[in-house]
């Protein structure tokens, strides 16, 4: 079986975490692979971790609900390790002169290392509150990860998510049928990434290889590269921020440091990223931090899959991987790795939260107001999942509160899946590539919503003669939900299974 541990570093890593969760809904990475996230991150109210921990929780509550089926739709195992501040056991002392005594550093038998940290720190970058993540500064990141050690990592109530997940990875290993892949993912250009991914990946290489461990585990990173500038952040008179213009000098320290320093630590590294830079608001770490997603983080999770070609002992010679698209100007389907697979599987995800979104949850809420034997008359296919009278058969009612609840959970997910998608789909400055969502702006399954009918336009390249038009057709795809036959699963649960089957 396989099985993933992805570690997002910081805020792009959040939202490279928040691609691999989508993709891993639609089974992706394999319909029986277990995926563990653990997300590293100093600002606690980043605006992309949250949206990134709402995602995750919503498709937890949606595989909970709707695993076992008879497709891979929500069916791979999640496991949550929550959030790891690396400020944790300092949140009281979260700015470099405290954390590091400063005062202590003026004594004389320290005052060398107190000229030391001055030279390295500028006074604002002392004093600068590092509850709101390291500032797109490594140097601030590094001397804070410096800290961290090997045993007290996986040791000691605050780090208890690290424990958990070296417990499941020695577990996996033990049973001697699981590939095991640890993959980090993040930037390299900004402050926690930059400092964070090769300082973990080197400890936790370590203690694989202190367990003997080493050699049956991938240890691979999605890193990307700058995709993304900004301006000063407008919200405060702030000295120490992120700047664009250090991305560069940022990333190439990085790639130094993973060189000289990382021998080991990685088998793949996968180096990702856009030379036309997107533009996003800036502003220094918190809630407001929150920018949408990018097709850069799509590539990041679609190198998990890669991890699994030719899987065999760790411990070889690290690679780089290389990608191009076939042209700056737009992306097309061939740019992915694995491209018509990649192409049949988001689509048919993307065909499948629209139809179940923009129709069949509304289908559904309709049939609860008019009764199951009312709206069966418009809708035959209604009554392959559904009483039609309480006590009539084996199958549920649809107004019963357990499927009222399913319809909303995957209604939510549904929502949650367009918007990443049509983010992803904006992302490039030739406008939407792979899927054309501009037009769909009422994610919220809470405010009304429109009715609508056809599939075929979603997916760019989709075929477009008129038996695909047809087959895309919701129409026809109900015709089919009625002509078929039952496989004993009901209600909403073998609704939506039938539904994702039939796309």
Not at 76 to 97: K, R
Not at 237 to 264: H, K, W
Not at 297 to 319: S, V
Request: glycine share 10%; with cysteine; aromatic share 10%.
């Amino acid at each position: 079986m396989r099985k993933i541990y992805a570690i997002g570093v910081g805020g792009s890593g959040a939202k490279c975490l928040e691609a691999i969760v989508f993709l891993h809904a639609l089974g992706i990475y394999g319909p029986d692979c277990q995926l563990g996230i653990l997300l590293v991150d100093a600002d606690a109210s980043n605006g992309n971790s949250q949206r990134a921990s709402i995602n995750l929780t919503s498709a937890i509550e949606a595989h909970q609900k709707f695993k076992n089926g008879k497709t891979s739709l929500l069916n791979g195992e999640i496991v949550n390790y929550g959030t790891w501040n690396p400020l944790g056991d300092v949140l009281h002392a979260s700015d470099l002169e405290t954390i590091f005594n400063k005062q202590s550093l003026q004594t004389a038998t320290m005052l060398p290392l107190g000229k030391l940290f001055d030279a390295l720190y500028s006074p604002e970058e002392q004093a600068a509150d590092l509850k709101v993540g390291f500032r797109g500064r490594p140097p601030i990141g590094s001397i804070v990860m410096s800290r961290l050690e090997l045993e007290t990592l996986i040791s000691g109530a605050e780090r208890s998510a690290w424990q958990r997940l070296f417990s499941n990875v020695q577990t996996d290993l033990g049973d001697g049928n699981n590939q095991v892949v640890i993959h980090f993912c993040g930037s390299i250009f900004g402050g926690t990434g930059a400092s964070g991914i090769p300082t973990l990946a080197k400890l936790v290489a370590n203690q694989l290889q202190h367990e003997n461990l080493r050699n049956s585990v991938r240890i691979n990173a999605s890193l990307l590269l700058p995709y993304f500038g900004f301006e000063k952040p407008n919200d405060g008179d702030q000295t120490v921020y992120a700047e664009t213009r250090f991305f560069a000098l940022n990333t190439q320290a990085a790639l130094q440091y993973l060189t000289e320093q990382a021998d080991g630590s990685f088998d793949r590294v996968y180096l990702i990223g856009d030379q036309d830079k997107k533009q996003y608001k800036s502003h220094t770490g918190g809630k407001n931090q929150q920018n949408d997603a990018h097709f850069v983080e799509l590539y990041a999770a679609l190198a998990l899959n890669h991890a699994f070609e030719k899987f065999g002992p760790g411990g070889e010679p690290t690679k780089g991987l290389y990608i191009s698209r076939t042209s700056g100007d737009g992306l097309l389907w061939d740019d992915l790795p694995d491209s018509q697979q990649i192409k049949q599987d988001l689509g048919k995800g993307v065909k499948f939260a629209y139809a179940w979104f923009y129709n069949f949850s509304l289908e559904l809420e309709e049939a609860v107001k008019l009764g199951g034997s009312r709206f069966v008359k418009g809708s035959p296919w209604f009554r392959n999942f559904f009483s039609l009278k309480n006590g009539q058969d084996e199958k549920p009612l649809v107004s019963a509160d357990a499927e009222k609840e399913l319809n909303k959970t995957l209604a939510v997910w549904s929502a949650r899946f367009l918007r990443w998608a049509q983010q992803i789909a904006a992302s490039h400055k030739g406008g939407d590539q792979f899927f054309q969502l501009a037009s769909l702006n009422e994610f919220d399954p809470e405010k009304p919503r429109s009715y609508h009918e056809h599939l075929h336009a979603l997916v760019v390249g989709q075929d477009t003669s008129p038996q695909t038009v047809y087959a895309n057709s919701l129409d026809t795809i109900k015709n089919q939900l009625t002509d078929q036959r039952p496989t004993g699963q009901l209600g909403v649960f073998g609704l939506a299974h039938a539904l994702f089957d039939l796309l």
